[in-house]
């Protein structure tokens, strides 16, 4: 197969026309190639007057295809090979029916190839069902009542449920094809397998987990929601078993030897149950700070210019960082364009928010986080759990800022930078569900982080005009991007207690979507590549 890069198309173009343009590259006749798709779709918008669609295109032909890539370029033409993933064979020999804890993306992904390697895995979520635990979040942002079981970080399809459903990932490793492929088959859209900046959106996402939880099932597997890890049971340096409540508040056991830790990075309880009972962990950097909120419209004139309400190029997205050369630098993360800002608590008395957008990202504005990062040496003490009490003090500081009612607090941009606190908001109308409360952010987060903050506005302004709009609104804390630990695990993927995979996000190995379904598959893999004698 040859993998043709940098077709040049105009918007809208269609498959035909794209598979035309790029016979016409390698100079074949169109009937010469017997198999055509897309494998790569970005927007070049650096000349705003002639925005074009750049493809990257995979074709097999009726001939000899090496004879065609060496007359061109590497980067222009060469040979590749379809993907395919191999599932590794199963050498696992317990009888015992391996647990995962977690139904986010590394749990869905690490459960799926179990059962799909015939291991029937019983996967037990804190949260509800996608259907119930919507409810549940709707409920919250009308109410104002937390339930801490059920909500933006815990339920079934993991913290992704309520976001933008970004794909991209800076991972390296062929499985993440695999993972978009195998969300295509449970019903993501098929833009996901070749866009430049992949995404399923929050409405869609929901239909795609459930259809991945019922092939589940449908493969001998269990999955029981309203169902929380309380303890586990291990001799000897070995796990043995697991406690864990029910909806009802009973406390149930079970036996097992294998247990995938897919925990994501808010259950806090749940790494201080593990912590106490010795499992090696460590401080990891994260990231916190604020979402930005701009009218959508701004941010596509600035992307686009003219061609800024084309429907054919969609809400516009960016990606930006700012690196001085002394102190703290700042960057944008999980940009949501056509989204909302939403409040993502999990524990009561404090505030959290996150972005969300629906697949059609159409609406009134943008939003995105920027974040600074907070390295383990930024604190004196060098407990592992360090970074979870720093997270926590911002979160209660932002609930009392909010007037106590998990409004979040917010600051328009021109008020911080000119570090006045805001008593009204401009034209731009904040879209937290919970509403927000005018203060000063700086009553929220450290200096550093808001010192780098400012900084970066100043910077993304002249990168894209209209950045530092004196209206945008500014809202807080963005806080649990990532988690602050790092469960520590071996060359197996076992903790420092054996038959126990920390898996994803929550155990520090991953950092969105993709790369904690790529962590769920490789500790799945462990599992039943089965590599230590005694697992």
């Not at 295809?65 to 993933?85: G, Q």
């Not at 780098?452 to 002249?462: Q, R, V, Y």
């Amino acid at each position: 197969m040859l993998r043709i890069n940098e077709i040049s198309m105009s918007l809208g173009a269609t498959k035909e026309e794209i598979l035309k343009k790029a016979a016409e590259i390698i100079g074949v006749k169109e009937n010469y190639i017997s198999y055509f798709e897309i494998a790569r779709e970005s927007i070049d918008s650096r000349k705003k007057n002639n925005i074009k669609m750049i493809y990257s295109v995979n074709v097999e032909l009726d001939g000899d295809e090496e004879s065609i890539a060496v007359r061109f370029p590497e980067n222009k033409v060469h040979l590749c090979e379809r993907y395919h993933y191999e599932m590794p064979e199963n050498r696992r020999r317990s009888l015992f029916r391996p647990i995962v804890v977690g139904f986010g993306p590394a749990g869905m992904f690490s459960a799926l190839l179990l059962a799909r390697a015939g291991l029937n895995p019983i996967v037990i979520e804190r949260g509800n069902d996608v259907d119930t635990r919507i409810a549940d979040v709707n409920g919250f942002w009308t109410s104002k009542k937390l339930n801490t079981e059920s909500n933006v970080q815990f339920g079934e399809g993991g913290a992704g449920t309520f976001s933008d459903g970004k794909l991209t990932t800076g991972i390296k490793d062929s499985r993440c094809r695999y993972v978009l492929d195998t969300l295509y088959e449970f019903g993501a859209p098929e833009q996901i397998l070749y866009s430049a900046h992949p995404h399923i959106g929050t409405d869609r996402l929901s239909g795609v987990v459930k259809n991945i939880r019922n092939e589940i099932i449908s493969l001998g597997g269990e999955v029981r929601f309203g169902c929380c890890l309380k303890d586990i049971y291990y001799a000897n340096g070995y796990i043995h078993g697991i406690a864990y409540s029910e909806p009802s508040g009973n406390i149930i056991d079970a036996e097992t030897d294998c247990l995938i830790l897919c925990i994501g990075h808010s259950a806090r309880d749940t790494v201080d149950m593990l912590y106490s009972h010795g499992i090696k962990m460590e401080q990891k950097a994260f990231s916190v700070g604020v979402r930005i909120e701009h009218p959508q419209e701004l941010i596509n004139k600035a992307m686009f210019g003219s061609q800024w309400n084309n429907p054919l190029l969609g809400a516009a997205n960016y990606k930006l960082a700012n690196h001085p050369p002394h102190g703290r630098g700042g960057y944008t993360f999980c940009m949501c364009p056509g989204g909302t800002v939403v409040c993502a608590s999990s524990e009561e008395e404090m505030v959290v928010v996150n972005g969300m957008s629906e697949y059609a990202r159409d609406g009134e504005n943008a939003n995105s986080a920027i974040l600074v990062g907070i390295e383990p040496d930024y604190f004196e003490d060098k407990h592992p759990l360090a970074g979870i009490d720093f997270q926590r003090n911002i979160e209660r500081t932002a609930f009392i800022a909010g007037g106590r009612t998990y409004a979040a607090p917010a600051q328009t941009v021109g008020d911080f930078l000119k570090n006045r606190p805001s008593a009204k908001l401009g034209y731009v109308k904040p879209t937290c569900p919970t509403g927000v409360e005018m203060t000063d952010i700086r009553k929220v987060l450290p200096e550093c982080v808001t010192s780098s903050i400012a900084l970066a506005i100043t910077a993304f302004d002249k990168k894209l005009p209209g950045y530092a709009l004196p209206e945008a609104v500014l809202t807080a804390p963005e806080s649990r991007s990532s988690s602050p630990v790092r469960i520590v695990r071996d060359e197996f993927r076992q903790s420092s207690i054996k038959g126990i995979f920390p898996c994803g996000e929550g155990a520090g190995y991953a950092g969105g979507i993709v790369s904690a379904a790529v962590d769920g598959i490789r500790c799945a893999e462990a599992v039943l590549l089965d590599e230590t004698d005694d697992c």
